[in-house]
Nanobody, 121 residues
């Protein structure tokens, strides 16, 4: 069984910064894509940023230039550095990863439970 656990959310003023972490644990054989999604109240979940095993990244237009996704493959951990935060960034942020485990060879997408980010003065 595998787990994805997010941390680092909280309340921050507009213009501030937060750093989210996502740690994968369990019987992991390999991790391919890792992503951050977010879901604001009353809205659909949206993709924020993606990072491949080799480090290539993609971002939603709304966060380009403000957010940076990174990963530490040795620690099975992913990060999201969020700068210049805006009230519209308020959402529950979820990490997700496509992984193979020792029990399940087929690449499967797993999700964390989410961490709340609130940007407000």
């Amino acid at each position: 069984q595998v787990q994805l656990v997010e941390s680092g959310g909280g309340l921050v003023q507009p213009g501030g910064s937060l750093r989210l972490s996502c740690a994968a644990s369990g019987s992991i054989f390999s991790i391919n894509l890792m992503d951050w999604y977010r879901q604001a109240p009353g809205k659909q979940r949206e993709l924020v940023a993606t990072i491949a095993t080799g480090g290539s990244t993609n971002y939603a237009d709304s966060v380009k230039g403000r957010f940076t996704i990174s990963r530490d493959n040795a620690k099975n951990t992913m990060y999201l550095q969020m700068n210049s935060l805006k009230p519209e960034d308020t959402a529950v942020y979820y990490c997700s990863a496509v992984m193979r485990t020792f029990e399940r060879a087929t690449a499967t997408r797993y999700w964390g439970q989410g961490t709340q980010v609130t940007v407000s003065s």
